[in-house]
């Protein structure tokens, strides 16, 4: 498969890959092949295995002599010069640089691209902007629910309103990864391992005013303003 490096400590012997497939891998000094040179933002080719890339190897590209460069570029159409641009994968695969849509764009995001994306790092704003949406559209659902229960004459009778419950039901079960994928990140992000996301859930699940008081913590720690094992600072930088 072809990637690209994102990073890699040559003190420390570890790197990064972004793959063509959207993916990391992770990378050691023993991974690569004999005489390759590794450095930020190299095209290579590797052998991908459980998130772990295996025989690096770097793809140079042979320069073209000034001769034929010259009319090649000044007769290439602009969008044939466009498509023969450097390409990158992963999250920076867009214009190099990470979007920053607002808080409802966290939201769509990680219920859309970060579905299951366990990899990465989720700052400040992305995990607040989840919480709030996700609230907001809670609401919405149960309203509609409410709503539905009131035309079948639920609330009328006595009845459980069945459609409210039901529809929270289904909201909370389609939106649970992408939960568990945003406190993962979110660990990642203040440089703890994503395992710990186990007894997060754990506690709110058997005692759920808990739930409240873990979600300030995890989302009022600043993100660790350099590159950790899990990739760059999200964003840029920032909260």
């Given at each position: 498969m072809?990637?690209?490096?994102l990073?890699?400590?040559?003190?420390?012997?570890?790197?990064?890959?972004?793959?063509a497939?959207?993916?990391?891998?992770?990378?050691?000094?023993?991974?690569?092949?004999?005489?390759?040179?590794?450095?930020?933002?190299?095209?290579?080719?590797?052998?991908?295995a459980?998130?772990?890339?295996?025989?690096?190897?770097?793809?140079r590209a042979?320069?073209a002599?000034?001769?034929?460069?010259?009319?090649?570029?000044?007769?290439?159409?602009?969008?044939?010069?466009?498509?023969?641009?450097?390409?990158?994968?992963?999250?920076?695969?867009?214009?190099g640089?990470?979007?920053?849509?607002?808080?409802?764009?966290?939201?769509?995001r990680?219920?859309?691209?970060?579905?299951?994306?366990?990899?990465?790092?989720a700052?400040?704003?992305?995990f607040?902007?989840?919480?709030?949406f996700?609230?907001?559209?809670?609401?919405l659902?149960?309203?509609?629910?409410?709503?539905?229960?009131?035309?079948?004459?639920n609330?009328?009778?006595?009845?459980?309103?069945?459609?409210?419950?039901?529809?929270?039901?289904?909201?909370?079960?389609?939106?649970?990864l992408?939960?568990?994928?945003?406190?993962v990140?979110?660990?990642?992000?203040?440089g703890?391992?994503?395992?710990?996301?186990?007894?997060?859930?754990?506690?709110?699940?058997?005692?759920?005013?808990?739930t409240?008081i873990?979600?300030?913590?995890?989302?009022?720690?600043?993100?660790?303003?350099?590159?950790?094992?899990?990739?760059?600072?999200?964003?840029?930088?920032?909260?």
């Amino acid at each position: 498969m072809r990637g690209e490096v994102l990073h890699y400590d040559e003190a420390q012997g570890f790197g990064f890959i972004t793959g063509a497939d959207g993916n990391r891998y992770t990378f050691a000094r023993e991974d690569l092949s004999r005489d390759t040179v590794i450095a930020n933002g190299a095209v290579v080719e590797f052998l991908p295995a459980s998130g772990q890339a295996r025989d690096v190897f770097s793809i140079r590209a042979q320069p073209a002599s000034p001769a034929t460069a010259a009319p090649a570029a000044s007769a290439a159409p602009p969008k044939a010069a466009a498509a023969a641009a450097p390409q990158h994968f992963g999250r920076l695969a867009e214009d190099g640089a990470v979007r920053d849509s607002g808080l409802p764009g966290y939201f769509w995001r990680g219920v859309t691209r970060n579905y299951i994306n366990f990899a990465e790092r989720a700052r400040r704003k992305e995990f607040w902007g989840y919480c709030l949406f996700w609230t907001v559209s809670f609401i919405l659902v149960g309203i509609a629910g409410a709503l539905a229960d009131q035309a079948v004459g639920n609330f009328d009778a006595g009845n459980w309103p069945i459609v409210m419950i039901g529809v929270w039901g289904l909201f909370w079960l389609a939106t649970f990864l992408p939960w568990v994928g945003l406190v993962v990140r979110r660990l990642h992000d203040i440089g703890l391992t994503g395992w710990l996301a186990i007894p997060y859930f754990a506690i709110t699940f058997m005692f759920a005013p808990a739930t409240l008081i873990l979600a300030l913590i995890l989302g009022l720690i600043p993100t660790q303003a350099h590159e950790n094992q899990w990739g760059p600072v999200p964003g840029g930088g920032g909260a």
